[in-house]
C-alpha cells in the first residue's frame, strides 16, 4: 500500500503556500493531487499539479498540461501567454477521486463532507519523507494531516 500523505485545506492560498514550501525542499510538484470545489488559481495551474474540479454537478476538471502541438493554435511558448482553462472530464466520483487518494471508503464521508463545505483536499505520495510532508501540509494550514 502507498503512503500518501493527505490534508484539508481551508482554500486555494493555503494550497498555493504548500506547493511553495514543497518545491524549496525538492520535492516534485507533479505528484501532488488537488481536489477542490474552487476553480483553480493560475498559480496553481502553473505548478504543474493534477489538479480535479469538483463542481455544482460533480463535474470534474484536470489541469491541463503541457504543450498541444495538434491543437491548430496560433499560441508560441514562452512569447504568447499561457492558457489556463482545464480539459473537463465527467467520468469520476468524489468516492473515486478519494480512493485514487489511497483514503479509506471508512473516511469517505468526512472528507467528501469538508469538499461540499468548500474545503480542498490534498494529497502527495511520500513514501519514506511521511513526517517531512505532513509537517510542510500542517505549516501550509491543512487541518487535519493524516497518511494513508
Do not use: C, W
Not at 493560475?42 to 463542481?55: A, I, P, Q
Not at 464521508?109 to 505520495?125: F, H, M, N, Q, W
Amino acid at each position: 500500500m502507498a503512503s500518501v500523505v493527505v490534508g484539508i485545506f481551508p482554500d486555494h492560498d493555503a494550497v498555493v503556500r504548500l506547493t511553495d514550501s514543497l518545491k524549496s525542499n525538492g520535492l516534485e510538484l507533479g505528484h501532488l493531487e488537488i481536489i477542490s470545489p474552487e476553480t483553480p488559481a493560475t498559480e496553481l495551474v502553473e505548478t504543474g499539479v493534477r489538479f480535479k474540479y469538483v463542481g455544482d454537478e460533480d463535474t470534474v476538471l484536470n489541469r491541463g498540461g503541457g504543450i498541444l502541438t495538434s491543437g491548430g493554435g496560433t499560441s508560441v511558448p514562452g512569447l504568447t501567454s499561457y492558457n489556463a482553462t482545464p480539459r473537463i472530464s465527467s467520468d469520476d466520483t468524489i468516492e473515486r477521486l478519494l480512493g485514487d487518494l489511497e483514503i479509506p471508503e471508512s473516511r469517505f464521508d468526512s472528507y467528501g463532507l469538508a469538499i461540499e463545505r468548500g474545503k480542498t483536499v490534498v494529497g502527495y505520495p511520500a513514501i519514506g519523507n511521511e513526517q517531512k510532508v505532513k509537517d510542510l501540509f500542517a505549516a501550509a494550514g491543512a487541518n487535519p494531516v493524516e497518511v494513508f
